[in-house]
């Protein structure tokens, strides 16, 4: 499989190091796996390092045919929500007052938040087989390179969270709660308003704020 490497993120050593064996790893796969070829590295085509504001970490895509787009959490319009994403709805209409009326979460990506997932890829219908094929030195390289400056992460549950020894430095804002999985969403998600407390912190850093809800 030949993957094409997002320029802006060439630099890091995974794209010489570690990049070759996965794709020959999924070039070998029987299965169908998502997102399309052309979509796997869409998080990082979206956000150039400079213009990283905010960093979502989720686990995999999703591994249904026509949801997965590349980016964490989001869905192609017309898409119905999938559990985790309606929760996040929910939430924001708890905190901002109402959500997004699909499921793309392109728009937030053009405002600077960065949804990456820790594993890149995934077979039809078997969610999280591909964690173990080498992507999470990736989601490693990323975050430490993007502790440059101080920037907000969002860990939700704690495959998020693990990864949280890898932001270095001081002044980022660092959320840490429960998934917003339906399993996982009452144990500490529901409540914790994450993107009024990203925005106020962006304001007081200088930065502008992202629009949420209908951007």
Request: glycine share 8%; net charge neutral; proline share 8%.
């Amino acid at each position: 499989m030949d993957l094409r490497v997002p320029k802006d993120w060439a630099h890091l050593p995974f794209f010489a190091e570690d990049l070759p064996a996965i794709a020959k790893q999924l070039a070998q796969e029987s299965r169908q796996i998502f997102p399309p070829q052309q979509q796997i590295f869409a998080a990082f085509d979206a956000c150039a390092p400079d213009a990283v504001k905010v960093v979502i970490l989720g686990q995999d895509p999703y591994p249904t045919h026509g949801h997965a787009h590349g980016l964490a959490f989001s869905v192609e319009p017309g898409v119905k929500l999938p559990r985790s994403l309606s929760n996040i709805y929910k939430e924001m209409v708890e905190d901002l007052g109402s959500a997004p009326i699909t499921g793309d979460l392109r728009p937030w990506a053009r405002q600077g938040v960065m949804l990456l997932n820790t594993a890149l890829t995934v077979p039809a219908g078997e969610a999280n087989a591909h964690q173990k094929l080498g992507w999470a030195k990736l989601t490693e390289q990323v975050i430490a390179f993007l502790s440059d400056r101080p920037r907000a992460f969002v860990l939700w549950g704690g495959h998020a969270q693990g990864f949280a020894k890898h932001i270095q430095g001081d002044n980022h804002l660092i959320l840490k709660t429960a998934h917003p999985s339906p399993l996982s969403a009452r144990r500490g998600f529901f409540g914790s308003r994450p993107f009024s407390t990203v925005n106020d912190w962006l304001k007081a850093n200088g930065q502008t704020e992202i629009d949420w809800t209908t951007p």
